[in-house]
C-alpha cells in the first residue's frame, strides 16, 4: 500500500548567541537555554569554540551522555581511569558517563587551530544512569554516509539511520543525530517518528527552508540562518528541509525517556536524594567515582 507521509512543522526557532562557558570557552548554547528545555532526552546542545590554552578542565559527570562532535581542530581528553585520547575534525566521541566520569577536556596544545565542534548531553533512561561508563569513539573515516538519491544532500549517520545506512553508534535509547551537508536548492527527507523530540541546528554556511511548501501541501516554509534552532512538532514523521544557499547543519531526534529529570550541573538523576548522593559520591570517591579524590588531570594542568 502507499505509505502517506505527514510532514513536520516548525513549532519554534531559538537563535543561539555566544556565551562564556568553562575556562576562556566561549559557547553558543541551544538545548539548555531557558527558551529551549523540557526536550526529552536532550539536557544541552553546545556549539563551542575554543582557544589553545581555554578549555574544560577537570569536571565530572553522572547519569547521562555526552557526545562530542569536532567539527574543525583537535580536542584532547583525559579521564581519572586512564582512558584519553585525541578527537579530531569530524571525528564523534559518544561518552556514557553512567555512574561517574571524571575528565578533562581541551584542545590540542600542539595545534594553533581554534576547535570548534558540538557537544550534545543526552539523558540516560533510569536503569542505565549508574552503568559502568563506556566509550565510542569513531574516527571520522569510520562515521558512515550517506547520501539523497540526487546526491544534493551528503549525511554523516551519527545515530540512527539515514537513506538506508544505519549508524555504528548504540544507544540506550532510540536517538537521531545527522551531520547533512545539502547543496543549493536541493532537499533533503529524513524519517523522524510522530512523539519524538526533534530540532535541526544550523551551522556556518547558507540557509534554509524547514516545512517546504512545495513538498507538503502549502505550509509556508520557515527560513533560517546559522546558529538557529529549528524545534519541530511532535505531530507527523517526516522531516522536509531545502537549501536556499549550500548549508551545513545537524539533524537531532529522540524518543522522549518520560522520566523525572533533576539536574545540577553535570549530576543528572531522577530524585533531589541521588542528586545529593551524585554528590557525596563524587566528594569521598566511592560509587564509581573511585580515585577521583586524588586524580587531577594532566592535559588541564
Ligand atoms: N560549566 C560546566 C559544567 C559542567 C560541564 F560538564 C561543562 C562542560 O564540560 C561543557 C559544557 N559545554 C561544553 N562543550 C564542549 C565541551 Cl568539550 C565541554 C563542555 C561545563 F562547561
Ligand atoms: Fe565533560
Request: glycine share 10%; hydrophobic share 40%; proline share 6%.
Amino acid at each position: 500500500q502507499t505509505t502517506t507521509r505527514a510532514f513536520k512543522s516548525v513549532a519554534k526557532v531559538v537563535l543561539s548567541v555566544a556565551q562564556a562557558e568553562g575556562v576562556g570557552a566561549i559557547v553558543r548554547r541551544s538545548i539548555g537555554t531557558h527558551q529551549l528545555r523540557n526536550l526529552d532526552p536532550f539536557l544541552m546542545l553546545d556549539e563551542f569554540t575554543v582557544n589553545p590554552g581555554a578549555g574544560f578542565p577537570d569536571h565530572p559527570h553522572r547519569g547521562f551522555a555526552t557526545v562530542t562532535y569536532m567539527l574543525a581542530g583537535s580536542f584532547d581528553h583525559e579521564d581519572f581511569c586512564g582512558h584519553k585520547g585525541r578527537i579530531n575534525p569530524g571525528d564523534l566521541q559518544w561518552m556514557t558517563a553512567g555512574r561517574g566520569i571524571l575528565h578533562a577536556e581541551m584542545p590540542n596544545p600542539a595545534s594553533s587551530e581554534t576547535a570548534h565542534g558540538l557537544q550534545l548531553w543526552v539523558n540516560l533512561p533510569a536503569k542505565d544512569k549508574m552503568c559502568a561508563p563506556t566509550y565510542q569513539e569513531l574516527p571520522n573515516t569510520d562515521v558512515p554516509r550517506a547520501q539523497s538519491p540526487d546526491g544534493g544532500a551528503v549525511i554523516k549517520v551519527i545515530a540512527g539511520t539515514s537513506y538506508g545506512v544505519p549508524a555504528k553508534v548504540v544507544t540506550n535509547s532510540p536517538i537521531l543525530y545527522l551531520d547533512v551537508v545539502l547543496e543549493k536548492d536541493r532537499v533533503f527527507e529524513q524519517v523522524v517518528p510522530a512523539g519524538w523530540t526533534a530540532f535541526v541546528y544550523t551551522l556556518d554556511g547558507g540557509e534554509i527552508d524547514v516545512g517546504c511548501s512545495e513538498v507538503d501541501g502549502g505550509a509556508t516554509p520557515t527560513r533560517v540562518g546559522p546558529h538557529n534552532t529549528v524545534v519541530l512538532g511532535a505531530e507527523g514523521d517526516s522531516l522536509m528541509v531545502k537549501a536556499v544557499s549550500k548549508a551545513h547543519f545537524v539533524v537531532i531526534g529522540g524518543q522522549k525517556i518520560n522520566e523525572p529529570i533533576v539536574q545540577h550541573g553535570p549530576f543528572v538523576m531522577n530524585t533531589r536524594d541521588e542528586i545529593l548522593q551524585a554528590f557525596t559520591d563524587y566528594e569521598r570517591g566511592v560509587n564509581g567515582f573511585e580515585g577521583s579524590k586524588k586524580w587531577a588531570s594532566k592535559i588541564a594542568a
